[in-house]
Nanobody, 127 residues
Framework: VQLVESGGGLVQAGGSLRLSCAVSGSSHCYYDMQWYRQVPGKGREAREFVSGTDTDGNTKYADSVRGRFTASRDNAKNALYLQMNSLKSEDTAMYYC???????????????????WGKGTLVNISS
């Protein structure tokens, strides 16, 4: 499974961006899709959860983005999106898409929670 993020860029505070994550590669498993972000210069341990969307489209958000960000997924296109509105300078970060396996599509057995990550797309908010 390969993930490629796109849509990052430089915008002014108060503006909007829409990130996309394209998922390719075959899998016998369903997976939850998540967005994380990491401030430049900080290690992976500082990677922050942004949102998580399950196969049914149910989404959870971090408190810091709830009400401003909207995640969605298109299972037919194998894509995940993140609409970011009312952007703040503190939203500046590298944004990563992650796919975490859940259950086998045929057997229903656990797929072990294996995670796959993209290489990220940089979001830079100017104040």
């Amino acid at each position: 499974v390969q993930l490629v993020e796109s849509g990052g860029g430089l915008v002014q505070a108060g503006g909007s961006l829409r990130l996309s994550c394209a998922v390719s590669g075959s899998s016998h498993c369903y997976y939850d899709m998540q967005w994380y972000r990491q401030v430049p210069g900080k290690g992976r341990e500082a990677r922050e959860f942004v949102s998580g969307t399950d196969t049914d489209g149910n989404t959870k958000y971090a408190d810091s983005v709830r009400g401003r960000f909207t995640a969605s997924r298109d299972n037919a296109k194998n894509a995940l999106y993140l609409q970011m509105n009312s952007l703040k300078s503190e939203d500046t970060a590298m944004y990563y898409c992650a796919a975490i396996t859940t259950i086998n599509k045929i057997s229903g057995l656990s797929c072990g929670g294996i995670d796959y990550w993209g290489k990220g797309t940089l979001v830079n908010i100017s104040s």
